[in-house]
């Protein structure tokens, strides 16, 4: 049986590159999919841009204040009610076939994520540790200690702009936890991880486009920030851990 897809899509001032996106998207859905738009109390043409689509799948939602793009992406996902979830941002161009490469690999796990290039010719995303192109390794079980260690590290590649959800995933990854103020994309990699559900697709699904308003910087930040980062990434894995030991106990689940 078919399953439908909601893309769950965070805007922010993202008038110059939107079209480009939301048209790419389009592209590649289906009839009975839907595209969840949180706009996060934009101030330029960007809430002006979408109300041009007349398009019945997509649907527009207002941030009444500036809330950010965390909490902005989470209440994307609260509203999405397909059977999978896509995470998307405003600036990017998805890959011809990118629907059917993550839905496929959610066949078998919860939480899938694949790989990038950049625009505008398609050349590989570099690693900030060692320069060399940044692929995401084979990961069989769906998870391991090792792979959660190069998260931690800042060496895995888990962007949210190519990653999907089973709608069921939403049960351990919402509420995001209170201290989650950035990095949403590694808190849903983390889940996936810790539980073993999570799928890497090798080969890219979507164009990113690298510019001085990326939400995620393209450059290496300061050792203040990346520790900050670096704790609050702990807390994640605690977390995770935590919520899936809960479910576990309540569905009678082997550990």
Same mark, same amino acid.
């Given at each position: 049986?078919?399953?439908?897809?909601? /893309?769950?899509?965070?805007?922010?001032?993202?008038?110059?590159?939107?079209? #480009? !996106?939301?048209?790419?998207?389009? $592209?590649?859905?289906?009839?009975?999919? #839907?595209?969840?738009? /949180?706009?996060?109390?934009? =101030?330029?043409?960007?809430?002006?841009? %979408?109300?041009?689509?007349?398009?019945?799948?997509?649907?527009?939602?207002? +941030?009444? !204040?500036?809330?950010?793009?965390?909490?902005?992406?989470?209440?994307?996902? =609260?509203?999405?009610?397909?059977?999978?979830?896509?995470?998307?941002? !405003?600036?990017?161009?998805w890959v011809p076939g990118?629907?059917? %490469?993550?839905? +496929?690999? %959610?066949?078998?796990?919860?939480?899938?994520?694949?790989?990038?290039? *950049?625009?505008?010719?398609?050349?590989? *995303?570099?690693?900030?540790? =060692?320069?060399?192109?940044?692929?995401?390794?084979p990961l069989p079980s769906?998870?391991? @200690?090792?792979?959660? %260690?190069?998260? @931690?590290?800042?060496?895995?590649?888990?962007?949210?702009?190519?990653?999907? @959800?089973?709608?069921?995933?939403?049960?351990?990854?919402?509420?995001?936890?209170?201290?989650? /103020?950035?990095?949403?994309?590694?808190?849903?990699?983390?889940?996936? +991880?810790?539980?073993?559900?999570? $799928?890497?697709?090798?080969?890219?699904?979507?164009?990113?486009?690298?510019? #001085?308003?990326?939400?995620?910087?393209?450059?290496?930040?300061?050792?203040?920030?990346?520790?900050?980062?670096?704790?609050?990434?702990?807390?994640?894995?605690?977390?995770? =851990?935590?919520?899936?030991?809960?479910?576990?106990?309540?569905?009678?689940?082997?550990?």
């Amino acid at each position: 049986m078919s399953e439908s897809v909601s /893309v769950c899509m965070a805007t922010y001032n993202g008038a110059g590159y939107l079209r #480009e !996106q939301l048209d790419s998207i389009l $592209a590649e859905l289906r009839p009975e999919d #839907e595209v969840v738009i /949180v706009d996060d109390a934009s =101030t330029d043409g960007t809430v002006a841009l %979408l109300e041009t689509y007349r398009d019945a799948r997509v649907t527009v939602h207002r +941030n009444p !204040q500036n809330l950010g793009y965390v909490k902005t992406f989470e209440r994307a996902l =609260t509203l999405a009610d397909r059977d999978v979830v896509f995470l998307s941002d !405003q600036d990017d161009e998805w890959v011809p076939g990118r629907r059917d %490469l993550l839905v +496929n690999a %959610l066949r078998d796990r919860s939480i899938a994520a694949g790989d990038l290039v *950049l625009l505008p010719d398609d050349s590989p *995303l570099r690693s900030p540790l =060692t320069g060399r192109p940044w692929h995401l390794a084979p990961l069989p079980s769906g998870g391991s @200690l090792a792979n959660e %260690l190069r998260l @931690l590290a800042g060496d895995a590649p888990y962007y949210g702009c190519a990653m999907a @959800l089973r709608r069921e995933a939403k049960e351990l990854i919402l509420p995001f936890p209170d201290f989650l /103020v950035e990095s949403h994309d590694l808190w849903i990699a983390t889940v996936g +991880n810790t539980a073993r559900e999570l $799928a890497h697709v090798p080969s890219p699904v979507l164009r990113r486009r690298l510019h #001085e308003a990326n939400a995620s910087a393209p450059r290496p930040r300061g050792l203040r920030k990346a520790l900050q980062s670096r704790w609050m990434l702990l807390r994640a894995w605690r977390e995770a =851990t935590r919520r899936i030991a809960a479910v576990r106990r309540a569905t009678g689940s082997a550990a």
